[in-house]
């Protein structure tokens, strides 16, 4: 049975009988998880059965009838038991891992592409970046598309967002409506859950009068399912212009509350305010309390028609936002409440509620029990559904060879900010794959990030062409920005939220749209602090992107303490799915980007974090060789070794790395054989000795062939050798090196805000200059 043979009613009664086995399901998963499997710990396991119940009827019209496999879907975070529920009746999810709901190894209590396998589009779970990412996949989308790097025999998809309605109240879903204005972007449905909650309450009533507004100020549809069938044929009667009249008028909160309270409620409500009108009278008395109470919260976004009709006039690629209109617990017992949020039925309720669904002790996960459609009609109808016409529908894409070694600058001075854009020029230049499928983005520091080199040779992305209005009018620029489809860098406003994003959605392209993309971000690495939870929303999906941050540490010295990053290496250990990497000079920059270039491929793999400077230093005169190279993608080398069994090195990283070379040229008169270390990545070390140790624990005897990196680093040095590192950022990020042996560290770094001044006069008020260094090794001696 396909789409196109069933007739209309037959749809429809089909679509309502799922909806009910869709709410009885994701209600019965949470109550299961919390009620029925053995608690252990006391806790309060969780899940929203009111917040699931709202979009029962939403979901079930896309996914079973609406929606097509080329679309990909963000669920709001607490409808995840209704997703499950419907892969469980599309075949992709388990009795199994429903029972296990919130468990560990069981379905995710919000929707997660890497711990759930039942096809999960988008993760969710921090409210409002779901919603922003369909929007930068769609951009995406069209990227890949017209540059013919996907499909083409694919048609164009529908990125859609189903959202709480609180959850734009997050400012990044502004940012991104602005960039999405900006870039034109298309192919986009946000269908918004407008039950008027939140989690502490009822949402203000003038909001959205303005929400919508906002939506059509940037180019938007807004189609508004507010009332269902039942209530606009009651509309219809007479003096039924005075009932919508109440019902619009009425205040959310006594909407809300009327909904808990049930007919009776509405019996008092309606006798109070519109007794004089008899077409309300004849309506009162025609209804008893519950359908009554049916027809006053027949809101369309519980309507299966009203929500099939919206969605299924759209026919063209404008952005379109649905403000569904819908209730809080629809059809459970605490419907309405405000208080319903993390609500959970009790045992009585859900015996009640039970038996309201026809559903026998035993039969609870059975997908057909209590409907009145026979099992084989249901499952012809599920089997027909377009969505899910090619079952899981998460594609792949090759990996881009990386050549052995990037075009690598031999300037005798250079900061690894200008050899970023030097490398990236070079490869620019280039007729390869590998500059092919790079595309960079930057939320209005590219040039000041030095990726104009680059952005001039390649161009900037947009659907249609436009020239550079200063180069047709001969101003003289060092930039060239002009505008194309074949452009391969996309320009992003002042908004890291919106750069992660924008990131996350490139760096998944190949499962998305089946196209491999080496997605390059560069911004300030301060700013990073400001996008921080989008960034660890695109790594916690696992999309593969390179960030490259620059400037970074109090070494950007006049600029002053706003703009100085302190705690970002910190960031960079601690953040899962990124490795971070520091480097000093520009040879181990492209023998790292090279190898993130790589590693963002890999299975294994993650994304890529390189914390740049823009101090120029001298350059060490010297051709890496493949060793050195494999010592500085494990995080670290021996610039100058230590004798064995030296008591003392300094170990360094990144732009402070002239002074602790100075130091130690000073440190080695008095302590022959002291060592430089040159670190290019803590994050890499650390992350390898950790998983060493745990190795060790289970296969005794092979000690040296288990050593970590940095184990067989400090090797030669004595037992209790004194280190003393140093890095532009905080201290702790080195400190733990002390651990590894049990050698004893004093840490440098900065531990306090930055301020503006040069830079001999930042390092020696941070200590960071080698005058510092030098003390600090004597206190460690001492
Ligand atoms: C960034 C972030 N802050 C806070 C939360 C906690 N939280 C989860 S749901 C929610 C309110 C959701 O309300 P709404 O979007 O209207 O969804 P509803 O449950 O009403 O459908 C909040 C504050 C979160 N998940 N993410
Ligand atoms: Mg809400």
Same mark, same amino acid.
């Given at each position: 049975?396909?789409?196109?043979?069933?007739?209309?009613?037959?749809?429809?009664?089909?679509?309502?009988?799922?909806?009910?086995?869709?709410?009885?399901?994701?209600?019965?998963?949470?109550?299961?998880?919390?009620?029925?499997?053995?608690?252990?710990?006391?806790?309060?396991?969780?899940?929203?059965?009111?917040?699931?119940?709202?979009?029962?009827?939403?979901?079930?019209?896309l996914y079973f009838s609406v929606l097509r496999p080329e679309d990909r879907v963000a669920v709001k975070p607490h409808a995840s038991p209704v997703f499950h529920a419907i892969q469980y009746l599309f075949g992709h999810q388990t009795r199994d891992k429903l029972e296990r709901f919130r468990g560990l190894g069981g379905a995710q209590s919000y929707p997660s592409r890497t711990k759930d396998d039942d096809d999960?589009?988008?993760?969710?779970?921090?409210?409002?970046?779901?919603?922003?990412?369909?929007?930068?996949?769609s951009l995406v989308q069209d990227y890949v598309r017209l540059k013919s790097l996907s499909d083409s025999t694919r048609p164009t998809g529908r990125m859609v967002a189903l959202v709480g309605d609180a959850e734009l109240d997050e400012g990044n879903i502004f940012e991104a409506l602005l960039e999405g204005w900006k870039h034109d972007v298309r192919n986009l449905w946000w269908v918004i859950d407008y039950n008027r909650q939140s989690l502490d309450g009822v949402v203000n009533d003038r909001l959205f009068g303005r929400i919508g507004e906002m939506f059509e100020l940037v180019g938007w549809r807004v189609v508004t399912l507010k009332y269902g069938k039942l209530l606009e044929a009651a509309f219809a009667q007479p003096d039924g212009a005075e009932l919508r009249q109440w019902i619009d008028d009425c205040p959310n909160s006594l909407y809300s509350a009327l909904v808990f309270k049930g007919g009776a409620g509405w019996r008092e409500a309606l006798t109070r305010d519109l007794n004089q009108?008899?077409?309300?009278?004849?309506i009162l008395e025609q209804h008893d309390d519950a359908s009554l109470h049916a027809l006053m919260t027949n809101l369309a976004g519980h309507d299966m028609q009203a929500v099939l009709d919206s969605f299924e006039s759209i026919d063209d690629d404008r952005p379109t936002c649905f403000i569904a209109y819908t209730i809080k617990g629809q059809g459970l017992p605490f419907a309405g409440h405000k208080d319903n949020h993390s609500g959970l039925m009790t045992l009585d309720q859900m015996a009640g509620f039970k038996k309201a669904m026809g559903i026998a002790d035993g039969l609870e996960w059975e997908k057909f029990a209590g409907l009145t459609v026979s099992p084989g009609e249901l499952q012809a109808f599920i089997d027909g559904a377009p969505f899910n016409a090619e079952g899981r529908r998460r594609t792949d894409?090759?990996?881009?060879?990386?050549?052995?070694?990037? $075009? +690598?600058?031999?300037?005798?001075?250079?900061?690894?900010? #200008?050899?970023?854009?030097? /490398?990236?020029? *070079?490869?620019?230049?280039?007729?390869?794959?590998?500059?092919?499928?790079?595309?960079?983005t930057s939320p209005?520091?590219?040039?000041?990030?030095?990726?104009?080199?680059?952005?001039?040779?390649?161009?900037?992305?947009?659907?249609?062409?436009?020239?550079?209005?200063?180069?047709?009018?001969?101003?003289?620029?060092?930039?060239?920005?002009?505008?194309? $489809? +074949?452009?391969?860098?996309?320009?992003?406003?002042?908004? #890291?939220?919106?750069?992660? /994003?924008?990131? *996350?959605?490139?760096?998944?392209?190949?499962?998305?749209?089946?196209?491999?993309?080496?997605?390059?971000?560069?911004?300030?690495?301060?700013f990073i602090a400001r996008g921080l939870d989008a960034l660890n929303y695109a790594?916690?999906?696992?999309?593969?992107?390179?960030?490259?941050?620059?400037?970074?540490?109090v070494t950007l010295s006049p600029e002053g303490g706003a703009h100085q990053s302190i705690h970002t290496p910190l960031i960079g250990i601690g953040q899962p799915g990124l490795l971070s990497y520091e480097p000093a000079y520009v040879d181990e920059l492209a023998v790292l980007m090279r190898h993130g270039l790589d590693y963002m491929q890999q299975d294994k793999g993650g994304s890529v974090y390189l914390r740049l400077s823009t101090r120029s230093l001298p350059q060490p005169q010297r051709t890496l060789t493949p060793a050195q190279g494999a010592d500085i993608v494990a995080g670290g080398y021996w610039y100058a070794a230590p004798e064995p069994g030296a008591d003392v090195a300094i170990v360094a990283m990144g732009a402070v790395t002239p002074e602790a070379i100075v130091a130690h040229e000073s440190v080695v008169r008095d302590f022959a054989g002291a060592g430089l270390l040159v670190l290019t990545s803590p994050d890499r070390l650390h992350a390898d000795w950790l998983s060493a140790q745990r190795n060790r624990g289970r296969t005794v005897g092979r000690i040296d062939n288990s050593a970590s990196p940095v184990e067989r680093l400090l090797a030669p040095l004595s037992r209790d050798a004194r280190l003393v590192t140093v890095l532009d950022?905080?201290?702790?990020?080195?400190?733990?090196?002390?651990?590894?042996?049990?050698?004893?560290?004093?840490?440098?770094?900065?531990?306090?805000?930055?301020?503006?001044?040069?830079?001999?006069?930042?390092?020696?008020?941070?200590?960071?200059?080698?005058?510092?260094?030098?003390?600090?090794?004597?206190r460690a001696i001492a």
């Amino acid at each position: 049975m396909t789409m196109t043979t069933i007739a209309p009613v037959q749809r429809l009664r089909l679509l309502r009988e799922l909806e009910r086995k869709v709410l009885w399901l994701s209600a019965w998963t949470v109550h299961h998880a919390n009620h029925i499997r053995p608690n252990r710990d006391g806790l309060k396991v969780g899940g929203h059965q009111a917040s699931c119940a709202s979009l029962a009827t939403v979901m079930t019209a896309l996914y079973f009838s609406v929606l097509r496999p080329e679309d990909r879907v963000a669920v709001k975070p607490h409808a995840s038991p209704v997703f499950h529920a419907i892969q469980y009746l599309f075949g992709h999810q388990t009795r199994d891992k429903l029972e296990r709901f919130r468990g560990l190894g069981g379905a995710q209590s919000y929707p997660s592409r890497t711990k759930d396998d039942d096809d999960v589009d988008f993760s969710t779970g921090s409210v409002g970046l779901g919603v922003a990412m369909t929007l930068f996949s769609s951009l995406v989308q069209d990227y890949v598309r017209l540059k013919s790097l996907s499909d083409s025999t694919r048609p164009t998809g529908r990125m859609v967002a189903l959202v709480g309605d609180a959850e734009l109240d997050e400012g990044n879903i502004f940012e991104a409506l602005l960039e999405g204005w900006k870039h034109d972007v298309r192919n986009l449905w946000w269908v918004i859950d407008y039950n008027r909650q939140s989690l502490d309450g009822v949402v203000n009533d003038r909001l959205f009068g303005r929400i919508g507004e906002m939506f059509e100020l940037v180019g938007w549809r807004v189609v508004t399912l507010k009332y269902g069938k039942l209530l606009e044929a009651a509309f219809a009667q007479p003096d039924g212009a005075e009932l919508r009249q109440w019902i619009d008028d009425c205040p959310n909160s006594l909407y809300s509350a009327l909904v808990f309270k049930g007919g009776a409620g509405w019996r008092e409500a309606l006798t109070r305010d519109l007794n004089q009108y008899p077409g309300i009278r004849r309506i009162l008395e025609q209804h008893d309390d519950a359908s009554l109470h049916a027809l006053m919260t027949n809101l369309a976004g519980h309507d299966m028609q009203a929500v099939l009709d919206s969605f299924e006039s759209i026919d063209d690629d404008r952005p379109t936002c649905f403000i569904a209109y819908t209730i809080k617990g629809q059809g459970l017992p605490f419907a309405g409440h405000k208080d319903n949020h993390s609500g959970l039925m009790t045992l009585d309720q859900m015996a009640g509620f039970k038996k309201a669904m026809g559903i026998a002790d035993g039969l609870e996960w059975e997908k057909f029990a209590g409907l009145t459609v026979s099992p084989g009609e249901l499952q012809a109808f599920i089997d027909g559904a377009p969505f899910n016409a090619e079952g899981r529908r998460r594609t792949d894409a090759p990996v881009v060879a990386i050549p052995a070694a990037l $075009p +690598r600058p031999s300037d005798k001075k250079a900061s690894t900010q #200008e050899g970023f854009g030097k /490398i990236l020029n *070079a490869i620019a230049a280039e007729d390869s794959e590998l500059a092919r499928r790079i595309v960079t983005t930057s939320p209005d520091v590219t040039v000041s990030t030095n990726l104009g080199a680059w952005v001039n040779r390649r161009g900037l992305w947009a659907h249609t062409e436009a020239e550079d209005v200063f180069r047709e009018l001969k101003v003289v620029s060092a930039q060239l920005w002009r505008k194309t $489809p +074949r452009g391969q860098h996309l320009e992003l406003g002042i908004a #890291e939220n919106n750069l992660f /994003i924008q990131l *996350a959605a490139m760096g998944l392209s190949h499962q998305l749209f089946g196209a491999r993309l080496l997605p390059i971000g560069t911004l300030y690495d301060p700013f990073i602090a400001r996008g921080l939870d989008a960034l660890n929303y695109a790594c916690y999906q696992d999309a593969r992107f390179m960030i490259v941050a620059t400037p970074s540490g109090v070494t950007l010295s006049p600029e002053g303490g706003a703009h100085q990053s302190i705690h970002t290496p910190l960031i960079g250990i601690g953040q899962p799915g990124l490795l971070s990497y520091e480097p000093a000079y520009v040879d181990e920059l492209a023998v790292l980007m090279r190898h993130g270039l790589d590693y963002m491929q890999q299975d294994k793999g993650g994304s890529v974090y390189l914390r740049l400077s823009t101090r120029s230093l001298p350059q060490p005169q010297r051709t890496l060789t493949p060793a050195q190279g494999a010592d500085i993608v494990a995080g670290g080398y021996w610039y100058a070794a230590p004798e064995p069994g030296a008591d003392v090195a300094i170990v360094a990283m990144g732009a402070v790395t002239p002074e602790a070379i100075v130091a130690h040229e000073s440190v080695v008169r008095d302590f022959a054989g002291a060592g430089l270390l040159v670190l290019t990545s803590p994050d890499r070390l650390h992350a390898d000795w950790l998983s060493a140790q745990r190795n060790r624990g289970r296969t005794v005897g092979r000690i040296d062939n288990s050593a970590s990196p940095v184990e067989r680093l400090l090797a030669p040095l004595s037992r209790d050798a004194r280190l003393v590192t140093v890095l532009d950022g905080h201290p702790l990020a080195l400190s733990w090196l002390g651990s590894v042996r049990g050698q004893r560290v004093v840490p440098l770094g900065i531990e306090s805000f930055g301020q503006s001044g040069d830079i001999p006069d930042l390092y020696r008020a941070y200590r960071l200059d080698s005058a510092g260094i030098i003390d600090a090794v004597a206190r460690a001696i001492a």
